[in-house]
């Protein structure tokens, strides 16, 4: 690709099509914030020009600079050439309205949970303001954590990872949120530097990932770091630890919502003695299950 072959793409319309054909023609891996060629492609024009992006329509005839044309062609030549996720390429994710700093070194957020706590884990929790303590285990680049804040403004927030690069990236969304008196990232793995610490809520979306599929991932998720992604030969490693040491970590009635991606059947199979509570997203209730302390002691 050069820039002088595309002296006929003047407009954003013209860009956000090309960007569609070079993706398609690529046979690209979405996922990370999008599910098609078309909203990862306005994704990535709308933002690396600076736009809104519930804006597109009133933008479309807009004529585009030469150095923004210059811009969009090397973003969407490294997007179809090293297949790099569009969310590194922007240093930025969302999850529903809220936007966090990403890179290389933490997985790009997308977790289910972000729904549940948009309705402050209703109707499990009763009183939001009741909830004075609260985690996020493996927190990657503390979105969840900072999502706990918002649902839960009376709580103390822990954001646990055992990656430094993870806690980096962390730090920067929590002081860009401006959460630094309530939320603290510290490291740890799982829950073993949090002795003596107990809470009202544990939320965690941890590496859920068989050895099977990790083998044969598409190249977009090889670009995460694996240690966010893999969980021992069945996927369900992360989440033994968690059912076997959260008890010790939450109040009486406290709440432990876990992420297990497409590993319920396996899950139930291996406990069948938990009574798993099932939560209902956007994608099915197949993904996200929930324990009080007493159903797991």
């Not at 990535?44 to 005839?61: C, M, T, W």
């Not at 083998?215 to 992360?238: N, V």
């Not at 396996?266 to 159903?295: I, K, Y």
């Amino acid at each position: 690709m050069n820039l002088h072959s595309h002296g006929e793409l003047f407009t954003i319309r013209d860009w956000l099509r090309y960007a569609v054909s070079q993706f398609e023609e690529a046979g690209l891996f979405y996922g990370h914030g999008t599910q098609n060629s078309f909203d990862e492609a306005a994704w990535l024009i709308l933002s690396a020009l600076h736009l809104p992006h519930d804006r597109l329509e009133i933008f479309l005839d807009a004529v585009i600079t030469e150095p923004e044309r210059r811009h969009l062609l090397h973003l969407i030549e490294r997007r179809v050439t090293e297949r790099i996720p569009t969310a590194y390429l922007l240093r930025e994710a969302w999850l529903g309205e809220f936007k966090f700093y990403v890179d290389e070194r933490v997985i790009v957020p997308r977790s289910f949970i972000a729904e549940l706590l948009r309705e402050q884990l209703a109707p499990w929790v009763g009183d939001p303001e009741t909830v004075v303590s609260a985690a996020d285990i493996c927190t990657g680049s503390g979105c969840l954590a900072i999502l706990l804040a918002h649902a839960f403004p009376n709580a103390e927030v822990e954001a646990a990872d055992i990656s430094d690069d993870a806690l980096a990236v962390a730090r920067r969304n929590i002081a860009n949120y401006g959460l630094g008196d309530q939320v603290n990232a510290v490291k740890s793995d799982m829950l073993t530097a949090l002795k003596g610490k107990r809470y009202d809520v544990i939320v965690s979306n941890p590496p859920y990932v068989n050895a099977a599929s990790m083998a044969s991932l598409p190249p977009e998720y090889r670009r995460e770091p694996q240690l966010a992604l893999a969980s021992g030969e069945d996927g369900l490693e992360h989440v033994r630890t968690l059912l076997q040491e959260a008890p010790g970590h939450l109040n009486p009635g406290g709440l432990l919502v876990v992420e297990i991606g497409h590993n319920r059947d396996q899950l139930e199979a291996a406990l069948p003695e938990l009574p798993f509570t099932w939560l209902e997203v956007s994608a099915g209730d197949q993904f996200v299950f929930l324990l009080t302390r007493e159903q797991m002691l």
